[in-house]
């Protein structure tokens, strides 16, 4: 399978804490995505980074690309109870292929 | 939120029924996509359409086709479904098909076969 490996498959923080979740892909990527699930939703996009880009910044949200360890990370600092969700990974290959997700790491965020 | 529209939300049908799931968008989105998500698996893509009458297999695509007449409707059909086919599904769509622009889901379909 091509999908993207988070880690860890879930995490549980305090309010006010960082929360950090990585993401590990086997081939070269063009783009690297970040989506967020809240319970019995669709997915809905955070941040897209390119292979060219080492880290991109979006309020709370920071992601880094390290594309020689064939890796991400998504750090969302000062967390809220509101970010209570699972966090996906989507990794886009060369040619004309679609996203490829991976299976997510599930997010508590306990007041 | 993006105008994409998925119908039924929620689908009881018997082993070996066909049925078929409607994905519709206002967008006008060039390409559309077909998820499963399973516990474990993530979301896993069966088909994907990249304009009309253009589609191809994604990963888990055995015992599901598709088709898509019209720009906005991106239909699946399980053809003889399978209580291995009981999932949420998840419509999406994305102007740019080669992932360089965000994708857009709709809020699934929870299919149970019995």
């Known amino acids: 399978s091509q999908q993207g490996e988070e880690d860890p498959q879930a995490l549980s923080i305090q309010e006010g804490e960082n929360a950090t979740m990585n993401c590990s892909y086997k081939t070269s990527i063009n783009n690297l995505q970040w989506y967020r699930q809240n319970s019995g939703r669709g997915l809905v996009h955070l941040i897209l980074i390119r292979s060219n880009e080492r880290e991109k910044h979006s309020g709370r949200l920071r992601v880094t690309l390290d594309t020689s360890k064939k890796s991400s990370s998504l750090l969302i600092t000062a967390s809220r109870a509101a970010d209570t969700a699972s966090y996906f990974c989507a990794t886009k290959f060369s040619g004309n292929t679609p996203l490829v997700f991976g299976k997510g790491t599930r997010l508590s965020v306990i007041a | 939120d993006a105008g994409i529209t998925q119908s039924p939300r929620h689908k009881v049908t018997e082993t070996g029924t066909p049925v078929t799931l409607r994905c519709h968008q206002t967008?006008?989105?060039?390409?559309m996509y077909w998820y499963r998500q399973d516990p474990g698996h993530g979301l896993r893509l069966i088909h994907y359409s990249y304009g009309v009458k253009d589609t191809d297999k994604g990963e888990v695509s055995d015992g599901y086709s598709v088709s898509r007449s019209k720009t906005e409707d991106f239909l699946l059909t399980l053809e003889s479904a399978t209580s291995s086919q009981t999932s949420v599904y998840f419509c999406?769509?994305?102007?740019?098909?080669?992932?360089?622009?965000?994708?857009?889901f709709g809020q699934g379909t929870r299919l149970t076969v019995v």
């Open positions: 999406a769509i994305s102007e740019g098909g080669q992932g360089n622009t965000e994708a857009f």
């Open positions: 967008e006008n989105h060039r390409y």
